[in-house]
């Protein structure tokens, strides 16, 4: 049997590594904080959050829930994509808001053919008090309409073409909660 010597036959290194030996710490974080912060006595050179400006949305007009289409609906496609974006203008009263997309019947919302939505709203700036211009745009996910089933059933035609037939409806709200429609407008769109 053979023992260890007693001298090593090699000293360690002076130099330290600056790497960590494992990527996994030794020990997990404490709950407890180890030093709780010390406020100093002069005050820091610039706030560390800023105020948010005033609205610069009009309040509505008292008992009105009126609302116009402000452009006619545009069509375009998306880049490096098949899929259509659809945009809408209306003219609001600034009350709660809600704008969903149809069958053609405007009836049955579609729950597969519209891939996302965004809508916005702009400042009166002034010029008529009161009022919000609401733009909103859609995606058409051509791939479900076209290729994967047409879940929705909105296309008609073949395969060397077609149109998909959609309707597009605006609500205004008696409170934010949504659930009285005071006024809506429905526009029927072919794609």
């Known amino acids: 049997s053979q023992l260890p010597s007693e001298v090593p036959s090699q000293l360690p290194s002076e130099v330290l590594s600056q790497l960590p030996t494992s990527e996994v710490p030794s020990q997990l974080p404490s709950e407890v904080p180890s030093q709780l912060p010390v406020p100093t006595a002069t005050p820091t050179p610039a706030p560390t959050l800023r105020p948010t400006p005033a609205s610069t949305f009009s309040p509505p007009k008292e008992r009105s829930w009126d609302m116009d289409f402000f452009t006619n609906i545009t069509v375009a496609n998306v880049a490096d994509s098949l899929d259509a974006e659809i945009s809408q203008s209306f003219n609001i009263s600034n009350r709660a808001f809600d704008v969903r997309y149809y069958k053609n019947d405007c009836k049955s919302e579609l729950a597969h053919s519209i891939s996302e939505q965004n809508n916005v709203r702009s400042s009166d700036e002034g010029g008529n008090a009161g009022f919000l211009?609401?733009?909103?745009?859609?995606?058409?996910?051509?791939?479900?309409?076209?290729?994967?089933?047409?879940?929705?059933?909105?296309?008609?035609?073949?395969?060397t073409g077609g149109y998909a037939s959609l309707c597009i409806r605006a609500d205004l709200y008696l409170s934010d909660n949504k659930d009285i429609s005071m006024q809506f407008l429905e526009k029927r769109v072919n794609v």
């Open 133 to 159: 211009k609401l733009e909103t745009t859609a995606i058409l996910n051509s791939t479900e309409v076209f290729y994967e089933g047409d879940r929705d059933d909105i296309f008609t035609g073949n395969t």
